[in-house]
């Protein structure tokens, strides 16, 4: 009687342990509207940075028309879109970011634009270490429906294939010194966006990257 108790409360604990899986399981990304949608085209908006670093915002855009010609699409070019809103009095990216779809269409005539958000840029320091972090965030949305086809983020950091340092305090803490005079002195924090912003325009259903555009032969096939 006892050992069908146990194995009663044994199954009951099985169900709750799933169902608890099933329920904190994230789900992937809904590209029905983006399939529906297949645009061709793309204006990417000069970044908004949220950062304290000045260059944040033009260091990420430099970097967004690679990773989005290599999955087949037209990218607007970055640096006549940004001379295009200084013309039009336009010089902040916030106020770029809330122009409206209709007339980003009507000016640029691209089929969808990229909004990419700059939330972490720049070196951080602590006791015993030091962090190159770049960390950004995008929407891709429809010009003609302004239905959001995908939003993702990706961040680069200088620390993700560190080992943990052993040794005497004494140690680490000269090591920490040489690695926070070092990024003073060589701020890789250029070289971490471009791996942040390869890493958000990623193609793939699967890892809820970018679909294939109309230039790529993978087109229609994800």
């Excluded at 809904?30 to 645009?39: G, H, L």
């Excluded at 950091?157 to 680490?172: D, F, I, K, P, Y």
Aim: charged fraction near 15%; aromatic fraction near 8%.
């Amino acid at each position: 009687m006892k050992n069908q108790t146990f194995s009663k409360i044994a199954i009951a604990l099985v169900a709750v342990v799933l169902m608890g899986g099933c329920a904190t399981k994230k789900p992937g990304w809904d590209y029905s509207a983006y399939k529906e949608s297949r645009p061709r085209s793309i204006l990417v908006l000069p970044p908004i940075n949220n950062s304290p670093d000045i260059t944040a915002t033009y260091s990420v855009m430099s970097f967004v028309t690679k990773p989005l010609a290599e999955a087949g699409y037209y990218v607007m070019p970055v640096a006549m879109v940004a001379e295009a809103f200084k013309e039009n009095g336009l010089t902040q990216p916030s106020d770029m970011h809330a122009t409206a779809n209709e007339k980003l269409r009507q000016i640029f005539g691209a089929d969808a634009a990229l909004y990419i958000t700059v939330t972490k840029f720049g070196v951080s320091y602590t006791v015993v270490n030091s962090e190159t972090m770049v960390q950004v965030q995008g929407r891709l949305v429809d010009l003609k429906s302004g239905a959001t086809l995908w939003q993702g983020s990706a961040q680069a950091s200088s620390v993700e294939n560190e080992q943990q340092q052993t040794g005497s305090l004494a140690a680490v803490l000269i090591s920490a010194v040489i690695k926070q005079v070092l990024a003073s002195t060589f701020d890789n924090s250029h070289k971490y966006s471009g791996v942040a912003t390869e890493r958000l325009l990623a193609t793939g259903e699967k890892s809820n990257g970018l679909l294939y555009g109309p230039r790529s032969p993978n087109y229609r096939k994800d």
